[in-house]
């Protein structure tokens, strides 16, 4: 038996077994190589009586590679975040690696820092899931720092837009806005304004530019007036509704970044006492599955998000390719009672 006084080791656990140490390692480490049931048994129940916890460390010295998987969000409180890395982690589970989350609070420069941490945990894969910002400068520094951990061993996928030299699933934001948009002009809608994200942030732009060309298209015009940026949000929605009706403007229906903000523009406008739909229709993006139960339910572009999650993974697993590969991933509209159509 280990010394209870210290912690039980890889050969505590094969003499425990019975077994070699390279068996009890191939056993206990997810080693290709096969390890007979019987022994695999005997070794997984001598860890267990020793509380054999593996050393990530030392396995990373060894393999040059942890079994992990880095991941870098940039809000988890929002669930369209949550959402994607509830798919990362389904499929990690299902490859056998543990995942490490961190979280960048929507600021780039932190973001690069958290890929620095990550890096010095030797994870198999880095994976960094949230918008890209216009920004020249932050893109060469951030694509410095994860070639560095590719010339390590390691490998980079992205849920973002493209831009960057790495395999990247793309949401098709501007393409669902345009779809959402188009949806809303067949139900009758003329007067549109827009709750959108911070400028410069690519997702905000992106969805923005989709409902331009859909309502254009469509013969009605958007003008900045009818536009208000703000974070992307519960508050941010709430905030921006407040200035839309600072501005008194004369609408039947108010198009939203996402959900959350949706759902903060609804809470303001039912304060200043209009009636959800009867006043006003409203509709997000995402289709978050926390949110459905908002009264009334909301219109909205579904995307997959933890398919999107998922997908991450499959790329940075999967066999490399000579050239960054993109994944694109769509959506579909869903119609709810938040938009019924105008007579």
Do not use: W
Not at 156 to 161: E, F, I, M, R, Y
Not at 298 to 320: I, Q, S
Not at 321 to 341: D, K, L, N
Request: overall charge negative; aromatic content about 4%.
């Amino acid at each position: 038996m280990a010394d209870e006084t210290r912690a039980a080791t890889l050969h505590d656990v094969a003499r425990e077994a019975g077994v070699s140490l390279a068996t009890a390692s191939r056993a206990l480490n997810g080693s290709t190589r096969k390890v007979a049931d019987a022994y695999r048994e005997r070794v997984l129940a001598a860890a267990h009586r020793l509380n054999y916890t593996p050393n990530l460390a030392a396995q990373a010295v060894v393999r040059g590679r942890t079994r992990s998987i880095g991941l870098v969000v940039s809000d988890i409180e929002d669930p369209y975040f949550s959402s994607i890395a509830a798919g990362v982690f389904r499929a990690a589970e299902r490859a056998g690696l543990v995942v490490t989350i961190a979280v960048s609070d929507r600021r780039p420069e932190r973001q690069i820092e958290l890929v620095g941490a990550l890096r010095s945990q030797r994870p198999q894969a880095l994976l960094l899931v949230g918008s890209r910002v216009a920004d020249p400068a932050i893109d060469a520094r951030l694509e410095s720092e994860l070639r560095g951990f590719q010339a390590e061993g390691g490998r980079v996928a992205l849920v973002s837009q493209e831009g960057l030299p790495f395999d990247t699933v793309v949401p098709e934001n501007r393409e669902g806005a345009r779809l959402l948009a188009e949806r809303l002009l067949e139900l009758g809608y003329r007067r549109f304004a827009l709750l959108t994200g911070p400028a410069g942030l690519l997702t905000a732009a992106d969805r923005t530019a989709g409902y331009r060309e859909a309502l254009a298209a469509g013969g009605v015009d958007l003008p900045e007036e009818l536009v208000v940026h703000a974070e992307f949000s519960r508050d941010g929605g709430y905030a921006a509704a407040g200035e839309l009706l600072r501005r008194g403007l004369d609408l039947d229906v108010v198009l939203t970044g996402n959900d959350v903000m949706a759902v903060g523009a609804m809470a303001r406008f039912r304060e200043h006492g209009m009636a959800l739909p009867g006043d006003l229709a409203i509709a997000g993006f995402d289709d978050i599955a926390t949110l459905r139960d908002v009264t009334p339910a909301l219109t909205t572009l579904h995307l997959p998000l933890a398919r999107l999650g998922e997908a991450a993974v499959e790329l940075a697993l999967g066999d490399p390719e000579p050239e960054p590969r993109a994944v694109r991933i769509g959506g579909h509209v869903v119609v709810r009672q938040s938009t019924p159509p105008r007579g």
